[in-house]
Structure formats: C-alpha cells, structure tokens
C-alpha cells in the first residue's frame, strides 16, 4: 500500500479516480493485515459509504485464525464492497442451530436463497455490533454521537446516590460532594369531598391539599471559599452548571432534590458580646457554624425550567 499514493479529493470521491482498482486489488490481496475498524476507516477514505458496505458470515464449522476472511468489490450493477467475516450466524462460533447445516449438507433447501435470507439478518447485526463497538466511525448516517453517549449515561440508575456523586464531582471537581437518601414533603392536590359520594379513609382528606412524604436525594457541596477561583460567587456558579449540564440529564428521569452549598470558611467581623470568647469557643465544647445556603430544592422533569 505505500506505493499507492492516496490523496483526498474535496470535490470528487477517490474511488472515481483511474487507480482505484489497484488500490482495492491491495485491499483484497492484504485482507489478513487489517482489523475491522483500520478497513472500514479505509473504505471511507476511499470513498465508500456505509449504505455501500456489506456484511457476511463465512459459513464453516471450524474455528478460524483470523477476522477478515475475504473482501470482494464490486462495481456492477452496483457500487459496493462485500465484507466476509469469521462472525456472525454461518461461522463457527454463531448462534444458528446445527440442524440448518444438516438441511444444507443433505441437499434439503435451497441454499442460495437460504444464504441470502440469513444473509439479511447477518448484515443487519454485523452493522449494529461495529456501529456500537466503534461509535466513532458513526455507521450509521443519521446517528448523533452525542445522543448516543446521553443514551448509554441512561442505561446507568441516575437515581442511585453512587451515580449522582460521581456525576456532581465530574461537574463541581473543585468541591467536595455528599449525596444522601432523604424524604421531602410534597403538596398533592385533592378533589373536593361531596356529601353522600366520598368515603372516609386512608385515601380521603379534608380539604383541597394533602402533604405526602416522597423519597429524594440530598446533595450537599463543600466549599472552602465563597468565590471561585475568578471571583465570581459559588451560588450563581453552581446554579448556573446546574442549569446547563445536570438538570437536563436528570428531567429524563423525573427526581425530587435538594442541593445545598456549605461554605466552611468565611470571612467575618468579630463581635464581643456575652458568651464570646475570641475563639476559645471551640476548645470549651463550641461547635462550627458553617454557612448554609440552599441552592435548589424541588421536583425536577421534562417540565422543570
């Protein structure tokens, strides 16, 4: 392949250019020297496109040495490259039941359209495995990366509170975070009571309104400082990440919370007044009042914000 000098083409695709059957006769010739991934990075540097690639299984009852076991071009009737590979439903180590080989073997179907059916199904699967193993290549034309990756973070319990604290410290690395099971108190709305219809009991309330205790998670974020390194006010910065990256991940979900910052050093006037002792507070049994500000509390959803 170093004697074939490949040159990216901005206004036509490479595989237009006179030489392109060359370079995928090496293609094919060196089959055995790629991995998947490093091939199908080539195809698309040469021009082809995923809709263009075909999976197949290679049908064998032996366990074989390598991946690829063979790449045909093809430019009649249409534009495509097939892909034989030692995976899938036909090789050795796929999932299709042993009594199909012996139809084969004894002559009992028909093979092509057997091939061809199982083929569909082969192709199908080789194409989302790579799309899933490799999402860089981004097989498929329509998939977002970025949906993706926001859709393997939901496979994940984001209720749990080992989650919620690794999120919160990959947001907030400069702060120390706990995260804690709680339960809030909730206002429900009730239907009126109608004399002659309602009936007493755990589900009947007087009134329009009832308080119910629902499960949460607290968060609490530890700050030295009331500033951020560029001065700008913890609360507002907090809120302001909060707003960007972890409210919308959590509104997928629907979860009740209550974040609260503490600030453990803060700057104050010192005042003389009975009782003080000039920070001697603290060796006659005085406990740290540290400042507490609430930073949100509530039910967060696809409705929030």
Same mark, same amino acid.
């Given at each position: 392949? #170093?004697?074939? $000098?490949?040159?990216?083409?901005?206004? &036509? @695709?490479?595989?237009?250019?006179?030489?392109?059957?060359?370079?995928? %006769? %090496?293609?094919?010739?060196? /089959? $055995? =020297?790629? #991995?998947?991934?490093?091939?199908?990075?080539?195809?698309?540097?040469?021009?082809?496109?995923?809709?263009?690639?075909?999976?197949?299984?290679?049908?064998?009852?032996?366990?074989?040495?390598?991946?690829?076991?063979?790449?045909?071009?093809?430019?009649? !009737? %249409?534009? =495509?490259?097939?892909?034989?590979?030692?995976?899938?439903?036909?090789?050795?180590?796929?999932?299709?039941?042993?009594?199909?080989?012996?139809?084969?073997? @004894?002559?009992?179907?028909?093979?092509?359209?057997?091939?061809?059916?199982?083929?569909?199904?082969?192709?199908?699967?080789?194409?989302? *495995?790579?799309?899933?193993?490799?999402?860089?290549? =981004? +097989?498929?034309?329509?998939?977002?990366?970025?949906?993706?990756?926001?859709?393997?973070? $939901?496979?994940?319990?984001?209720?749990?509170?080992?989650?919620?604290?690794?999120?919160?410290?990959?947001?907030?690395?400069?702060?120390?975070?706990?995260?804690?099971?709680?339960?809030? !108190?909730? @206002?429900?709305?009730?239907?009126?009571?109608?004399?002659? $219809? &309602?009936?007493?009991?755990? =589900?009947?309330?007087?009134?329009?309104?009832?308080?119910?205790?629902?499960?949460?998670?607290?968060?609490?974020? *530890?700050? #030295?400082?009331?500033?951020?390194?560029?001065?700008? !006010?913890?609360?507002?910065?907090?809120?302001?990440? +909060?707003?960007?990256?972890?409210? !919308?991940?959590?509104?997928?979900?629907?979860?009740?919370?209550?974040?609260?910052?503490?600030?453990?050093?803060?700057?104050?006037?010192?005042?003389?007044?009975?009782?003080?002792?000039?920070?001697? #507070? /603290?060796?006659?049994?005085?406990?740290?009042?540290?400042?507490?500000?609430?930073?949100?509390?509530?039910?967060?959803?696809?409705?929030?914000?």
């Amino acid at each position: 392949m #170093d004697s074939l $000098h490949i040159q990216r083409h901005n206004s &036509a @695709k490479i595989k237009t250019i006179p030489d392109i059957n060359k370079i995928e %006769a %090496a293609i094919s010739k060196q /089959k $055995h =020297n790629f #991995d998947i991934i490093s091939l199908l990075r080539l195809l698309f540097f040469i021009g082809y496109v995923p809709d263009e690639i075909i999976f197949k299984s290679y049908n064998t009852m032996c366990s074989q040495t390598g991946l690829i076991r063979q790449i045909r071009f093809h430019h009649e !009737p %249409a534009e =495509n490259v097939t892909i034989i590979l030692n995976m899938g439903l036909l090789s050795a180590q796929g999932t299709l039941p042993n009594y199909f080989q012996k139809f084969i073997d @004894k002559g009992m179907m028909d093979v092509k359209s057997f091939y061809q059916f199982i083929g569909y199904f082969d192709h199908s699967m080789m194409h989302s *495995f790579f799309s899933y193993v490799y999402p860089e290549l =981004n +097989l498929n034309g329509l998939l977002d990366f970025e949906h993706m990756k926001s859709g393997y973070l $939901h496979m994940l319990d984001l209720k749990s509170c080992s989650t919620l604290d690794w999120i919160f410290r990959l947001v907030f690395p400069e702060l120390e975070v706990w995260v804690e099971k709680g339960l809030f !108190p909730k @206002k429900i709305s009730m239907k009126p009571l109608k004399l002659g $219809h &309602a009936i007493l009991g755990g =589900n009947a309330v007087f009134g329009n309104k009832t308080d119910i205790m629902v499960p949460g998670r607290t968060i609490t974020l *530890f700050s #030295d400082e009331e500033l951020t390194s560029s001065d700008y !006010p913890w609360p507002k910065e907090i809120k302001k990440r +909060l707003n960007k990256t972890i409210f !919308p991940l959590l509104s997928v979900i629907g979860i009740d919370l209550e974040i609260i910052l503490v600030i453990t050093s803060q700057k104050q006037w010192v005042k003389l007044h009975r009782g003080s002792y000039l920070g001697y #507070d /603290k060796i006659r049994g005085g406990s740290d009042r540290y400042k507490q500000i609430r930073i949100f509390k509530g039910y967060i959803d696809s409705s929030s914000g």
